[in-house]
T-cell receptor, first 116, second 112 residues
Framework: DAGVIQSPRHEVTEMGQEVTLRCKPISGHDYLFWYRQTMMRGLELLIYFNNNVPIDDSGMPEDRFSAKMPNASFSTLKIQPSEPRDSAVYFC??????????????FGPGTRLTVL | GDSVTQMEGPVTLSEEACLTINCTYTATGYPSLFWYVQYPGEGLQLLLKATKADDKGSNKGFEATYRKETTSFHLEKGSVQVSDSAVYFCALRPSNTGKLIFGQGTTLQVKP
């Protein structure tokens, strides 16, 4: 299996620009998670989906952030407009069906975002 | 709210030394507890887990015991290797939810 695939791996953009991060979960996994990792705040859950439906978006920092999952094999995290404080590594993770199964979340390699 | 607190790093050890990374948690109900590991430039990987009190999780020589009375889940290894150098995250999953709540992470550096 290819594992969780994220693109791009690195993104450098200027303040005010729109940024779109992409994730392909492992085939057959029904849960998808978006995390943000920074030195100051550590690893934070932003949002997670079950069967393409957002279940908990309480970690989304503000309206500039939005996430979608149009089908079982693709999700996007969009930041519009971007700000320097959004600079972080963004991870996508997926897991199999069932709450207990979410114990084992498989993480992608991350997207390192730098907003200048 | 639910939270996880880990000892601050970095932790620097010589090869074959004993390792303990402390982790305590605050949670209502009966959470599941985990240790994840992150190698440089990679995403996190599940190292071990325990789903109820007194359970011991173990993998690759690492162990941790779910202690409800002290709300702790300390990670231990008897003899570390250079290849164990990584960042270790303690985490909990509250009951009836799919979300994981992570500690701040502890960097381990093992020198030859």
């Amino acid at each position: 299996d290819a594992g969780v695939i994220q693109s791009p791996r690195h993104e450098v953009t200027e303040m005010g620009q729109e940024v779109t991060l992409r994730c392909k979960p492992i085939s057959g996994h029904d849960y998808l998670f978006w995390y943000r990792q920074t030195m100051m705040r550590g690893l934070e859950l932003l949002i997670y989906f079950n069967n393409n439906v957002p279940i908990d978006d309480s970690g989304m920092p503000e309206d500039r952030f939005s996430a979608k999952m149009p089908n079982a094999s693709f999700s996007t995290l969009k930041i519009q407009p971007s700000e320097p404080r959004d600079s972080a590594v963004y991870f996508c993770a997926s897991s199999r069906v069932g709450l207990a199964a979410t114990d084992t979340q498989y993480f992608g390699p991350g997207t390192r975002l730098t907003v200048l | 709210g639910d939270s996880v607190t880990q000892m601050e790093g970095p932790v620097t050890l010589s090869e074959e030394a004993c390792l303990t990374i402390n982790c305590t948690y605050t949670a209502t109900g009966y959470p599941s507890l985990f240790w994840y590991v992150q190698y440089p430039g990679e995403g996190l990987q599940l190292l071990l887990k325990a789903t109820k009190a007194d359970d011991k999780g173990s993998n690759k020589g690492f162990e941790a015991t779910y202690r409800k009375e002290t709300t702790s889940f300390h990670l231990e290894k008897g003899s570390v290797q250079v290849s164990d150098s990584a960042v270790y995250f303690c985490a909990l999953r509250p009951s009836n939810t799919g979300k994981l709540i992570f500690g701040q992470g502890t960097t381990l550096q093992v020198k030859p």
